[in-house]
């Protein structure tokens, strides 16, 4: 069945890296676009990062430019966030999902479990 | 960016009962590029209506999103015991993409 599944999130100090990491299963991975989205504890949410297929198109909020940096490896079926400079309002469950249709942006139509990123010293 | 707004922030209604949520956009949405999500607690949000009326794959013909421009509205005809969710809207017509603060739906 169509799957993503998350892991690399945890435990980091303010000013730390972390780097999360999304498995595909199910479907052909290098025929979508794919972001990351966000939720901190008890709010809504928010857009990370997005990627095309062929990774000629990569696109930031605001927020995560110059500190986050979005990549996938189409031949292992990955999606990856690396996340530096972390700060404490950067805590929230960190969803990949996937685009609708090869557009950005886009709808999503298949999101992972999510991983947990807390940023406390 | 576009900000969208949700009314009511919570919604309290019984079993069986019609449920309509609002989403209203700072400025137009372009094609109708408006989604909702259902999320459930400790869950991922689950695509419900893409393009603004648009069922997603699997989903039930109780939910009907209509609407166009700023307007947007989510009906659930008959609420089901797993209906009751936080409901997101999200427009993808101009970027970034953008996510209203949600609509708790809850048992009365």
């Known amino acids: 069945q169509v799957q993503l599944v998350e892991s690399g999130g945890g435990l980091v100090k303010p000013g730390g890296s972390l780097r999360l990491s999304c498995a595909a299963s199910g479907f052909t991975f290098s025929d979508y676009y794919m972001s990351w989205v966000r939720q901190a504890p008890g709010k809504g949410l928010e857009w990370v990062s997005y990627i095309s297929t062929s990774d000629s198109t990569i696109y930031y909020a605001d927020s995560m430019k110059g500190r986050f940096t979005i990549s996938r490896d189409n031949a292992k079926n990955s999606l990856y966030l690396q996340m530096n400079s972390l700060r404490a309002e950067d805590t929230a469950v960190y969803y990949c999902?996937?685009?609708?249709?090869?557009?950005?942006?886009?709808?999503?139509?298949?999101w992972g479990q999510g991983t947990m990123v807390t940023v406390s010293s | 960016e576009i900000v969208l707004t949700q009314s009511p922030g919570t919604l309290s209604l019984s079993p069986g009962e019609r449920a309509t949520l609002s989403c209203r956009a700072s400025?137009?949405?372009?094609?109708?590029?408006l989604a909702w999500y259902q999320q459930k607690p400790g869950q991922a949000p689950r695509l419900l209506i893409y393009?603004?009326?648009n069922r997603a794959t699997g989903i039930s013909d109780r939910f009907r999103g209509s609407g166009s421009g700023t307007d947007f509205t989510l009906t659930i005809s008959r609420l089901e015991p797993e209906d009751f969710a936080v409901y997101y809207c999200q427009q993808y017509g101009s970027s970034p993409g953008t996510f209203g603060p949600g609509t708790k739906v809850d048992i009365k």
């Open positions: 400025q137009s949405v372009s094609n109708s590029d």
């Open positions: 393009g603004a009326s």
């Open positions: 999902a996937r685009h609708l249709l090869l557009a950005a942006p886009d709808a999503f139509d298949v």
